[in-house]
């Protein structure tokens, strides 16, 4: 919200400057985030008049015109403007004068003429976009009048961040009421009077959509005169406020929205059919807006329409068919309270964002809109005339918002805000702000919330606001103390930093990725997901909330591949969000990661080697270390093959605890590398860190003093045969003296069957109270080589 200094004051005027009144609302909860001119620094600009445009002797684009305003008398002036013409008003810079940029006004010789001067456009004097030609003032201007006098120009435009519960103070009226109660100050705004009806003419209006909009105010008025100019002053109010002047009617609802906060929409009445119908939209409806964009309608859009087509986006934008033309004679001038669950997000799903919009999503005044027409018809008809018909409401009580009544507990104002406040400033403060009070006993007091304050619904908002306009510097800071027991930490507890700080050691970077993804893309990686949809994404490109931390991590790299960054290691923690039976959802934390590139950083000493599966599967498995059970004899995690729809069929491998599975490891799927466009295998990780579980404690257990002995076997087996399973049929049939196991080589090639290869184990026993005798030790290895023979059909090489 952006308004001007000088408007405000003549709603509330403090004795505090315009910096002080912006750090005082700041504190308030309302932060400034900027206060600057509302025009260029300029001096010596007076009003000026034409008396004389002739044509230049010697140049056929200049005219040398004879000029008013001067002190000395009239001044001849040289201008090159297309509308320089005898009669206007406009701003002179006298010779002497400094315009913005430092620049200064000196006499001047033009193709042979003197000139003493410069008449001045908009964009010269930083007051607006207009350069086209010079900047024509009203007529009634006073000749010789300093033009920042005239046109009040040493204010400044105050710029407020709202926050989205405040719209209550999106216009003037909020802000002048907050500071009003801050300051103790009254707050006294225009008088709106009820017009005079001078023609009984109005439209039927039928709501067909009363839940999302159960209030309707409209008023015919005609014979106005749209061709009018919209006062100086009003122009100046919206310039200073970020809007652009368009026309009166336009002007006029443009002004109110930035007065009360009511947004307003004028249609010409001789384009309507019929009466206004408050619909929803339907399927292949379209429309045409103001700005000359034509959209497809979506379903769940609501609508303003006449009995043949629609007129205008409820709380959006309306339609240019309809619109206000130089040529419009009659109005019909609308104001009506639109629930904001129906209005947000549908902007931003066409791509728009308009002040009316910004508004209606945060929630309008549902008792405002007789006052805005009212307010807006006063405007009208001094500028525009006409005759106005009488406020026509329509309203479904059922569907309006219910009436909010909230007890505050004097206990809990201590207890809540650490401060013992006066009663009697307690309800000052309260009723200040709007709120009614209705009843007090003992224990507290009852308020009635007005209708403007959609943010005020339980008792803690009471203290919030009290809290607020008491001021928090008036809250004394203070240290607590409490006895605090330490509560215990479970050893086998892993603690998410120790997982981080390992693969930062491993030379990953974290990344920060946002939990809400393109749908498209969350397909390509979890096709049979159906993720949880926002009502109101950011953008369309955010519309979904993950299921997966992957897709986040590729777009990462792909940003990073953009930026000549070949070789990238990254890993993120977070939530993925998977929906489960019914309305549920399930909030699991994950952590991913991701390698690409170069398996060494580019050195003289290093090779040109590209990372591979194994790289990241070793990542993986110095994570699960961390959990004490890593693979070997007495290994709880194991890799088993497994299928992933985004990862490659032969190189992904699900990592399993037990039974239970706790992620997936491998290679991008190269279609998914190709849309992707990576030039090179990407490989991934994702483990589920609740699946994870605890870490099996370190327990001791004696050295054995007694020798171990080592037995290698070179076995034949099946090509397809996984090495893990391999390990673990060999463990089991080793028997308890079994200590180590380890794969020392694995060869396929000359010599091998092709659908074979050859696996060397290596096992290690040692018994922990007496040494292995050979039958023991062949025993064993024969127990193994059996197993693996009826297995795998292993054969001993």
């Known amino acids: 919200m952006k308004f001007s200094n000088a408007w405000l004051r003549e709603w509330v005027n403090p004795q505090l400057t315009a910096q002080e009144l912006a750090d005082q609302i700041t504190m308030a909860g309302l932060e400034v985030d900027g206060v600057e001119p509302v025009a260029g620094e300029f001096t010596g600009v007076v009003v000026g008049e034409i008396l004389t445009c002739e044509q230049h002797p010697d140049a056929d684009k200049l005219r040398v015109c004879t000029v008013a305003g001067h002190p000395d008398g009239e001044m001849q002036v040289v201008c090159g403007a297309p509308n320089a013409r005898t009669g206007i008003k406009i701003p002179f810079a006298l010779v002497g004068a400094k315009l913005p940029g430092d620049f200064k006004i000196k006499k001047a010789k033009l193709r042979g003429v003197e000139s003493f001067g410069m008449l001045c456009a908009q964009t010269e004097l930083e007051l607006g976009e207009d350069s086209a030609g010079i900047w024509e003032l009203p007529e009634d201007a006073p000749t010789g009048v300093d033009l920042r006098e005239y046109l009040q120009l040493d204010d400044v435009a105050i710029e407020v961040d709202l926050t989205p519960n405040r719209s209550d103070c999106l216009g003037i009226a909020g802000i002048a009421r907050e500071v009003g109660v801050l300051n103790r100050c009254p707050v006294e705004g225009p008088e709106v009077a ?205 569907a309006m918002p219910a009436e909010r009544r909230i007890t505050l507990r004097r206990e809990r104002v201590s207890s809540g805000l650490g401060v013992t406040i006066a009663d009697d400033e307690i309800v000052d403060i309260i009723t200040r702000l709007g709120l009614e009070k209705i009843d007090s006993g003992a224990e507290g007091w009852t308020f009635l919330v007005p209708s403007f304050r959609f943010d005020i619904a339980i008792e803690a908002d009471l203290l919030e606001e009290l809290a607020r306009v008491y001021g928090y510097n008036r809250i004394p800071s203070e240290s607590f103390s409490a006895a605090l027991d330490i509560l215990p930490q479970r050893e086998s507890r892993v603690a998410r930093d120790a997982l981080e700080q390992t693969l930062l050691a491993r030379g990953y970077s974290e990344a920060i990725t946002y939990s809400f993804i393109d749908s498209d893309a969350l397909a390509l990686f979890d096709p049979q997901a159906e993720p949880v949809a926002l009502q109101n994404p950011i953008s369309a490109d955010l519309a979904v909330m993950r299921t997966s931390l ?248």
């Open 194 to 398: 009820p017009v005079a009806t001078q023609i009984d003419d109005s439209l039927p209006v039928s709501l067909a959509a009363g839940d999302a909009c159960p209030r309707y105010v409209g008023r015919v008025i005609r014979n106005i005169d749209a061709s009018a100019t919209t006062p100086l002053w009003m122009q100046e109010r919206l310039r200073r406020a970020g809007l652009r002047a368009i026309d009166p009617v336009v002007d006029v609802t443009n002004y109110v929205l930035l007065e009360l906060g009511q947004p307003m929409h004028a249609f010409d009445l001789n384009k309507l059919s019929g009466g206004i119908k408050v619909r929803m939209a339907e399927q292949g409806e379209a429309l045409t807006l103001l700005d000359g964009q034509e959209v497809k309608l979506q379903e769940g859009t609501l609508l303003i329409a006449d009995d043949d087509k629609p007129l205008a986006m409820a709380g959006i934008m309306g339609g240019l068919d309809s619109s206000v033309t130089e040529g419009t004679r009659d109005i019909f001038l609308e104001s009506a309270y639109f629930n904001p669950l129906a209005i947000a997000g549908k902007a931003r799903s066409y791509g728009l964002h308009t002040d009316s919009s910004h508004r209606f999503e945060r929630g309008v005044d549902y008792h405002l809109q007789e006052k805005a027409t009212e307010r807006a018809t006063q405007l009208l008809l001094e500028i525009v005339g006409g005759e106005p018909g009488p406020v026509h409401l329509r309203e479904l009580a059922e």
């Open 550 to 797: 992957l897709p986040g991590l590729c777009k990462a790299l792909q940003y990073n591949l953009n930026r000549q960054q070949p070789r990238v290691r990254l890993f993120e923690t977070g939530l993925r969000f998977v929906p489960t039976d019914g309305d549920g959802l399930e909030q699991e934390p994950m952590l991913a990661g991701l390698v690409y590139g170069p398996r060494f950083a580019e050195n003289w000493t290093g090779g040109r080697d590209q990372v591979d599966f194994y790289d990241v599967k070793a990542d993986v498995e110095a994570l699960l270390s961390h959990y004490g059970a890593g693979e070997g004899v007495d290994g709880e995690f194991r890799f088993a093959a497994g299928e992933h729809p985004a990862l490659h069929p032969g190189q992904c491998a699900r990592i399993l605890r037990g039974d239970t599975e706790v992620g997936v490891v491998g290679a991008l799927h190269p279609q998914l590398q190709k849309k992707l466009d990576l030039p090179k295998p990407a490989f991934v990780f994702e483990l589920s860190l609740e699946a994870l579980g605890e870490a099996r404690l370190p327990a001791f257990q004696p050295l054995s003093k007694f020798p171990e002995v080592r037995r290698d076997l070179a076995l034949l087996i099946d090509a397809d045969v996984p090495a893990a399973s391999l390990v673990e049929s060999a463990v089991d049939a080793a028997g308890e003296t079994l200590t180590d196991l380890r794969i020392f080589d694995v060869y396929q090639g000359k010599g091998i069957d092709f659908n074979r290869k050859s696996v060397a184990l290596g096992l290690t026993f040692q018994h922990p109270s007496r040494t292995l005798t050979d039958e023991e030790i062949n025993a064993a290895v024969d127990a193994v080589v059996g197993t693996l023979e009826q297995k795998y059909n292993a054969s001993l090489r």
